[in-house]
């Protein structure tokens, strides 16, 4: 079964500055991908960005980049130049060949002034 | 283009009453997924759809949960009877997957359920 692991509870972070969500995977399918959401205080669950088992790229979306290293099987988000914003929760999560989406339990993140 | 819409946003019900909650897929999404939010387990899939057939219900806690989707723009989550337990939020979510991993879902706003 595939496991996601975020270690961080809680983080906060100075406006502007950069900030990094980690997160770890553990799968034995080859084809995978990993998503990251945001879910601010209102409580939507917002998409952020996509990648691939199979990417050579790591991805960016705007503020937002995946830092993809797969033989580690890590799947880090970058956000950088935070704003007040960005004060939510984070969750990682994968999916595999039987399309079901598991989350990790999440990472607060509270931007300071 | 209107996302996944859930009704109702707030459920207060009794212990022992039946519940039922309903979703809106996006038009043209071919997968549904039901999860649950609760604080001391996360994000937990309850159950599946493809292209309205149930793919997978592991994830449903026990026979009081039941999940429909009598047609491509429409899904239910039946609890009955309800239990304090049983309180959390429960999202319906929507995707275009067609054999693809890269393919978001996208989630409704949610419904909270209070069970007294």
């Known amino acids: 079964a595939q496991k996601i692991t975020q270690t961080q509870p809680g983080m906060f972070v100075q406006e502007k500055e950069a900030v990094t969500l980690d997160c770890t995977y553990d799968t034995s399918d080859p084809s995978y991908g990993l998503f990251w959401y945001k879910q601010p205080s209102s409580g939507e669950m917002i998409f952020l960005i996509y990648?691939?088992?199979?990417?050579?790229q790591n991805a960016t979306e705007g503020r937002y980049s995946l830092n993809f290293q797969k033989a580690r099987k890590s799947a880090n988000l970058v956000i950088s130049a935070s704003q007040l914003g960005d004060s939510a929760m984070y969750f990682c999560?994968?999916?595999?060949?039987?399309?079901?989406?598991?989350f990790g339990a999440g990472t607060t993140v509270t931007v300071r002034a | 283009d209107a996302g996944v819409i859930q009704s109702p946003r707030h459920e207060v019900t009794e212990m022992g009453q039946e519940v039922t909650l309903r979703c809106k897929p996006i038009?043209?999404?071919?997968?549904l997924f039901w999860y649950r939010q609760t604080m001391m387990r996360g994000l937990e899939l309850l159950i599946y759809?493809?292209?309205?057939?149930?793919?997978?219900d592991s994830g449903m806690p026990e026979d009081r949960f039941s999940a429909k989707m009598p047609n491509a723009s429409f899904s239910t989550l039946k609890i009955q009877p309800s239990e304090p337990r049983d309180s959390a939020v429960y999202f319906c979510?929507?995707?275009?997957?067609?054999?693809?991993?890269?393919?978001?879902?996208?989630f409704g706003n949610g419904t909270r359920l209070t069970v007294t």
């Open positions: 759809f493809n292209n309205n057939v149930p793919i997978d």
């Open positions: 979510a929507s995707s275009l997957r067609s054999g693809h991993y890269n393919s978001p879902l996208h």
């Open positions: 990648q691939g088992s199979y990417d050579q």
């Open positions: 999560a994968m999916i595999t060949n039987d399309y079901k989406l598991s």
């Open positions: 038009s043209g999404h071919d997968y």
